[in-house]
C-alpha cells in the first residue's frame, strides 16, 4: 500500500462523503452543490475557465511569482553582503509579516492600475516576504565552524559564499518558495477580486454574485488544483537540487 | 631534523584573559606530537592560532622555514565534529581544498578517487555523508585534511565523538596513516591513553596563561598497537600525567575560591 494510494482512497472517500451529505440531507444546490454538479459545472463551462480564466490566473501568478524569487533573492544576498543593507532593510522584513497585506492589497492596485500590472503586484506583494525572509534566514544560519573550515583551506569570501553559505540556504529558501507558491495563487485571487475582466478569481466572484454556486465551486477548485501543483512542483526542483535528502521511507506500515 | 612548526615568545590573549605567555613550541618535520590539558586552558585558541586564524600579539609562528602571517591554507584542519557538507558526496567533500586552491573539478575527484581505496573508501565515493558510520565520516574528514595539501596536520580531538570500539580501532589507523604519509601530526586530546599512545611526545598544557608547557617523551617502541597500553613504560607516563593535570585542577581550584 504506498502513500499514493492512501492519498486517492482519501480525496475519493471526501468526494463521497460531501455528495451523500448533500443528498440525504437535500441541502440546496445554491448553498452546497453536490460534486457531482460542480464537476457537471466545470465540463459545462470548460472553454472559459480552462482557455480564458485559469490562463489568466496563472499568467499573473507565474509572473508574480517570478518577480519574487528574482529580488526577493538579490534582496536576501545584498543583506547578507552589506551590513548596511541589513541594518536598513531588516526593519521592514520584520514588520512586513505583522502587516496585514490584504488590507494593503487595494494600494497597490490603485498604484499599479486594474490591468494586468496590478494583479501581478498584488501577488508579489503575498509572495516577496516569505522568500526573502526564508533566503536570509539560510544564509545567516551557515554552521560557523564550517565557515571557519573553509577559511582555513585560504577559501575567499566569494568562494565561502557559493561552496557553502549558499547550498546550505537552500533548504530555507525552499521551504520559503514552497509558502510563496500557495500564497502566489491567493495574492492573484485577491487582485482579481479588487477590479479584474478575466480571471479564476474575477469568475468565481461573479459567480458567487450570481448565486451561482456550482460554478464557484468549479473555480475554487481549479484555483486549490494550481496551488496544489505549484507546491508539489516546487518539490520536485527541491528535490531535484538536493539528492542527498531522498530518504528511504518504509513503504508500508 | 627540520621544524615543522615553531612559536617563539608567543602572546595572545582572549578577550582580556591572557592565554599564552612566552610560549615556545616546536614540532619537528615528521613528528607526532599530542597536547593534552584541561578544558579551558586554550588548546583550541593554540590551533586557531597555528591554522592562521588569529594572530599573535606578540613573537612569532613559523611554518617550515619562513616566518608566516598568512597561514590559512597551508595547515590541515581534521575538527572535531567532522563537518561533512551534507549536500556533497564523499568524493565532493574530500576534494573540497582542492577545489579552494584552484584545481579543476574533474582532476580533483580523480585525485580523491585514487586516494579512497587506502582509505577503505571506494564503495563509498559517491554516497552521501548521512549514509556512512562515524568511524568512515572521520577518515574522510582526516582525507580532507590531508589533501589540504600541506605537511603539517592539526588533528582536535578527531576521536572524542566515537564509541569506545571504533575509537581504538581509529587511533590504530591513524598511526599507519602517519607513518604512510609522513607528515607532521599535531593532535589535542582529553585521553591521556590516546594522547601517549600515538605521539613522540606528549606536551603538557598547564597555566593560565600557559607559559612553559611541559614535555614528555613517549619512548615505547613503534610499532605500537592498542596492546602497547600496558607497557610498563606506558603505566609510567600515564600516572606522571594524570599526576600533571590533577595537580593543576586543584590549583586552579583554589585560585578560583581565593579570586
Redesign the interface.
Known sequence: MTRGFWFGTSIALFFVAWEAVCRLLAVPPFILPPPSAVVLALWELRDALLGLHLWATLKEVLLGLSVSIVFGVLLAFAMKMSRVVERLVYPYIVISQTVPIIALSPVFILWFGYDLSGKIAVTILFTFFPIVVNTYDGLRSTDKEMLQLLKTMGATRWQMFTKLQLPSSLPHFFSGLKVAATYSVAGATIGEWLGASEGLGYFGRRASGNFQAPALFASVLLLSVLGMLLFWLVGRVERRLSPHTKTKRPISR | MRDQLAFSNVRFSYTGTPILEDFDLRVKKGEFVSLIGPSGIGKSTLF?LI???LQPEQGEIRLGEERMEQR????G?M?Q?D?L???RTIVENAA??L???GVSKKEAHERVRQELPRYGLQEWADA?P?QLSGGMRQRVSFLRALL?GTDLMLLDEPFSALDGITRLDMQEWLMEKWQETGSTMLMITHDIDEAILLADRVIVLLGKPIRQPIELHVSIPRPRTVGSRNQPGFLALREQIWTLLRTEQSRLQTLGREA
Open positions: 586557531q591554522a592562521g586564524l590559512l591554507g597551508h595547515v584542519y575538527p565534529r563537518l557538507m551534507p549536500w573540497l581544498p577545489e579552494i586552491k552521501y548521512a589540504s
